[in-house]
């Protein structure tokens, strides 16, 4: 930037004209693109959000905005050292920007309490989520710049708007295996009937761009849980939505994403203890992925009895095995019934 602005003094002895039109149109790009802000939500982040930011900045920069990937949320265990080792996200704003002038791209969340208390709601310009519900509230403010789908990950949707511009082949290794952790992580290696199409195609172009083979599924499988069982009490805290203007689900839902639960069913005692310092009453949603199946815990009756009448289960000593895996996403979608 500032090596422009040189040129463009020397500029000035030969055309005064032409060098004011281009310092106005410097200060007008500054204006348009230089305080775009890319975040995902105030809690925590996981691989897909994280993926989803770096993802857009890389993009936003190829089309010549200076866009920044900023959270100073947590990462949570889905996020694994390998990938983030080069640190794309920001955990704190460059001092000289200013967040009065900035405006908001948000990936990966789109319910307007989650995001709050970190971004002032009428700068956002641009919404990327793939969990439902603030369809309507976006589109009304922001109109075809929201694109909210149901799809398996966010990743799909930002790897979508690469496409449209055609840029893919230049999209950086080390972005294309972060959205391909993304991918596999929120639909369960592909598993999940959230999963689409669209999800499928997207992974299998991202190894070609990444230039992997599909064994790196279980590379990043081991390495989460590793991470997993390395801090099992942050990971399950690194990983609680708080749940309101719902009926059968209690106010603190965890959830453990895990290749191989049963090491983890061996601590529950632990957890219980754990999760009992949350207020209010609390369940805890783990996903075997290699089994294909999810263990509910709870331990409130009236909870127990309201999630049994939804998913035709039956809690003993507070636990249950579902028939498929579900991730916390649909079983909220499942049980918002007004
Ligand atoms: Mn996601």
Request: with cysteine; charged share 25%; aromatic share 10%.
């Amino acid at each position: 930037m500032k090596f422009v602005i040189l040129k463009n003094l020397t500029r000035t002895t030969q055309n005064v004209t032409d060098s004011i039109r281009f310092k106005e149109n410097m200060i007008l790009r500054n204006i348009t693109t230089s305080n775009t802000i890319i975040t995902a939500g105030s809690t925590y982040l996981d691989i897909d959000a994280y993926a989803c930011c770096v993802a857009m900045q890389e993009l936003l920069k190829l089309k010549g905005v200076d866009a920044i990937a900023y959270s100073n949320a947590s990462c949570n265990y889905s996020v694994i050292k390998s990938l983030v080792q080069e640190g794309k996200v920001l955990t704190s704003l460059p001092f000289d920007l200013s967040e009065v002038d900035a405006k908001y791209v948000i990936v990966d969340v789109s319910d307007p309490d989650y995001i709050k208390d970190s971004v002032p709601l009428d700068k956002v310009v641009q919404v990327y989520d793939h969990h439902v519900g603030f369809e309507e509230y976006w589109k009304n403010r922001i109109g075809d710049n929201s694109q909210i789908e149901f799809v398996g990950a966010a990743a799909t949707l930002i790897y979508r708007e690469w496409k449209k511009l055609g840029l893919e082949y230049k999209m950086s290794k080390t972005t294309a295996l972060l959205l391909n952790a993304a991918i596999l992580d929120n639909t369960l290696d592909l598993t999940s009937p959230i999963t689409t199409d669209e999800d499928i195609e997207t992974y299998q172009e991202l190894c070609k761009i990444a230039g992997i083979e599909d064994e790196w599924r279980a590379v990043y499988f081991s390495e989460v849980q590793a991470a997993i069982e390395a801090d099992l009490k942050n990971a399950i805290f690194s990983d609680i939505k708080r749940i309101s203007d719902n009926e059968v689900l209690p106010p603190n839902f965890a959830q453990l994403s895990i290749w191989d639960a049963q090491r983890i069913l061996n601590n529950l005692e632990q957890i219980r203890q754990w999760l009992e310092a949350c207020t209010g009453s609390w369940m805890i949603n783990i996903i075997d992925i290699k089994h294909r199946l999810s263990y509910f815990v709870c331990d409130d009756t009236y909870h127990q009895k309201k999630l049994e009448e939804v998913f035709s289960i039956a809690f003993q000593n507070g636990v249950t095995k579902s028939d498929r895996a579900y991730l916390r996403k649909e079983i909220i979608k499942k049980t918002k019934f007004k």
